[in-house]
């Protein structure tokens, strides 16, 4: 089997599996959905606050974030308790080719996510943004999961299965709302404000909020932090597994 062929069946193994698991994607797709469709446009909101151009840059960055961390952390510590790593070293087949599958299962969350959420804003909400905004905010949304996917790894590299799921909500849920995607984060105090340039989702919301005109703002600070975000847990990830498969 050539290297390419071996990463397409990854891949479309991969997808199958997850696919195959409403568990996993039903809560995934439907959890920022159901959270801007309560807040962003079934509650009323007062003043000159467009809610639902708002709620949908953030929600759909809060979406990402969540198949990323626990399609890495929480799958890829059972699979490597289970022993799924050890065996998939010894296959004839590229040892990067499972975690580039998961991978592109994550990116494909982020593009259905976002058109779950595009669609819902454009046709309920009332959103309208020019063509090029839509893209921007595409690219930003599934391009802006990588770091997550370097988090997720790095979760799974470390934890135990039977925590993994534990760990990675205590790190999605409160980064996300300290970050400001849960609620405006010139509503928070000022050293949680300051706080928040510490977290990777902070900046990925605010890289949306740029791309969907919410916020002025340059995106080049905020593309770099993400970049060095993914470098760290990256280097982090790939520590702590060459030490499992050293054990």
């Not at 606050?49 to 799958?75: D, H, M, Q, R």
């Not at 000022?190 to 740029?210: D, M, S, T």
Request: a positive charge; proline letters at 7%.
């Amino acid at each position: 089997m050539s290297a390419m062929n071996a990463y397409r069946a990854a891949i479309v193994a991969e997808l199958r599996k997850t696919f195959r698991q409403p568990g996993f994607v039903l809560p995934s797709l439907l959890f920022p959905v159901c959270f801007y469709l309560l807040f962003g446009i079934l509650l009323p909101h007062r003043g000159e606050f467009n809610a639902a151009s708002w709620f949908f840059a953030s929600y759909a960055a809060f979406g990402v974030i969540g198949p990323a961390l626990f399609g890495f952390g929480a799958a890829l510590a059972v699979e490597r308790e289970a022993g799924w790593l050890d065996l998939q070293r010894v296959a004839p087949m590229p040892a990067s080719a499972p975690l580039v599958a998961k991978l592109v299962l994550s990116l494909v969350f982020a593009a259905v996510i976002f058109a779950l959420l595009s669609a819902l804003a454009a046709s309920v909400g009332g959103v309208r943004l020019p063509p090029l905004r839509w893209l921007a905010s595409g690219a930003v949304l599934v391009l802006g999961t990588l770091p997550f996917c370097a988090l997720g790894l790095l979760i799974g590299s470390q934890v135990r299965a039977r925590s993994a799921a534990g760990v990675v909500n205590l790190i999605y849920l409160p980064m996300s709302a300290l970050s400001g995607l849960w609620f405006p984060i010139a509503l928070m105090p000022p050293l949680v404000q300051k706080l928040a340039l510490l977290l990777p989702a902070y900046h990925l919301g605010q890289l949306n909020f740029i791309a969907t005109a919410q916020v002025p703002g340059n995106w080049t600070s905020h593309a770099l932090a993400l970049s060095v975000f993914a470098v760290i847990f990256m280097a982090l990830a790939a520590r702590g597994l060459s030490r499992s498969e050293s054990r």
